[in-house]
């Protein structure tokens, strides 16, 4: 079956870095999906990877092995608005997303 | 640009009653549509897609049914709730056909309640 892990939460400390990690076996591939999801709102898209290394936007990076099935999102200099879900999907081969469950970030000050 | 509107935002109903939630894409012709539910705590469950007027693939068996009767609108529809069907419901496009690149924007969310 496809199955996508991610951890279920996170704490971190407002202006540290966290890093959130994706693992994923599905049937084929076409790319890889982070969204940021706060409490109460629809997914918002962060980023896009479809082949191997690491795409930086601002503050926001996201990392891929293909040859591993994972994935990162790295964010730094975190912010208390910064506290959300970020969901990790992946494109198969017949182009549906399949999802994780979502990791749940917490920002301490 | 491209907007999606979806309503109602919230709603609350009472076992056995119907439901009826719609979505409208503006600035984009022959958008993929999808419905998503949400559970509390839980990942997203696509509920259905449509790749063009009146092509709609289920995804999940449910007391659930999709409709597509315009190019840039999306309905849900059950004609009798149950309770397991709370839930935070997501209408969500694409651009039209299958590419890697293109990105699910979603809109708002309706959640519903169903007592």
């Known amino acids: 079956g496809q199955n996508i892990d991610q951890p279920t939460e996170m704490t971190a400390t407002e202006g540290a870095i966290v890093q959130i990690n994706c693992t994923y076996q599905?049937?084929?591939?076409?790319?890889l999906f982070w969204y940021q999801q706060h409490a109460g709102e629809a997914p918002t898209f962060l980023s896009y990877?479809?082949l191997d290394g690491l795409e930086e936007k601002g503050r926001f990076s996201s990392f891929l092995s293909r040859s591993k099935g994972y994935s990162y999102l790295l964010l730094k200099e975190l912010q208390m608005k910064d506290s959300a879900s970020y969901l990790c999907?992946?494109?198969?081969?017949?182009?549906?997303?399949?999802w994780g469950a979502g990791t749940k970030l917490i920002i301490k000050p | 640009s491209q907007t999606i509107h979806q309503w109602p935002a919230t709603l609350v109903q009472p076992v056995g009653s119907p439901l009826s939630l719609e979505c409208t894409v503006e600035?984009?012709?022959?958008?993929?549509l999808y419905w998503y539910r949400q559970a509390a705590g839980r990942g997203l469950q696509l509920l259905f897609y449509?790749?063009?007027?009146?092509?709609i693939s289920s995804e999940v068996p449910q007391n659930l049914s999709a409709s597509r009767p315009q190019d840039r609108q999306f309905i849900l529809s059950s004609k009798k709730l149950l309770l397991s069907d709370s839930g935070f419901y997501l209408c969500?496009?694409?651009?039209?056909?299958?590419?890697?690149?293109?990105?699910?924007?979603f809109g708002a969310g309706s959640r519903l309640t169903v007592l």
């Open positions: 969500a496009w694409t651009g039209p056909g299958l590419s890697g690149a293109n990105v699910l924007t």
């Open positions: 600035g984009t012709s022959n958008p993929n």
């Open positions: 449509s790749v063009g007027i009146g092509q």
């Open positions: 599905t049937s084929g591939f076409n790319g």
């Open positions: 990877n479809v």
């Open positions: 999907a992946v494109m198969d081969s017949n182009y549906q997303l399949i």
